[in-house]
């Protein structure tokens, strides 16, 4: 929307609820002569509709969200070297790393995504 589009639609009283309901001929109306220029409006108001997240489209998912998310992915130091020093049976201990990361992750409402090996993928 250029500089001229913005006056126009101030004068005309076109705030964000408005924007979202014109239409082809309300922009016919405005003096938008241009077809290609009302196209260009429309798809725009249309990607805000969109991504805003607008209540007042119905097209759009009612109850999503955003939300930060964090990830950290967890490593038991010097367990390479451990593999090769000690039989696998063993090493079967790592689950209780893996209890105890789950654990102390869960305290902090995390959650363990995935394990890999002696690693943990935490959301």
Not at 59 to 64: D, E, K, Q
Not at 76 to 95: C, H, I, K, N
Request: net charge neutral.
């Amino acid at each position: 929307m250029d500089r001229d589009d913005q006056v126009l639609f101030r004068e005309n009283h076109i705030d964000s609820a408005v924007l979202m309901a014109l239409t082809n001929e309300d922009l016919k109306d405005l003096g938008i002569a241009s077809v290609g220029h009302r196209r260009k409006l429309l798809e725009g108001i249309a990607n805000i509709a969109r991504w805003s997240g607008s209540r007042s489209n119905p097209r759009i998912a009612s109850g999503a969200e955003r939300r930060q998310l964090t990830l950290m992915f967890c490593d038991l130091v010097g367990s390479t070297a451990l593999t090769s020093r000690f039989d696998p049976e063993d090493l079967r201990g790592v689950s209780a790393y893996h209890r105890t990361v789950t654990g102390t992750i869960g305290r902090f409402d995390g959650f363990a995504a995935k394990f890999l090996g002696d690693g943990v993928l935490v959301y």
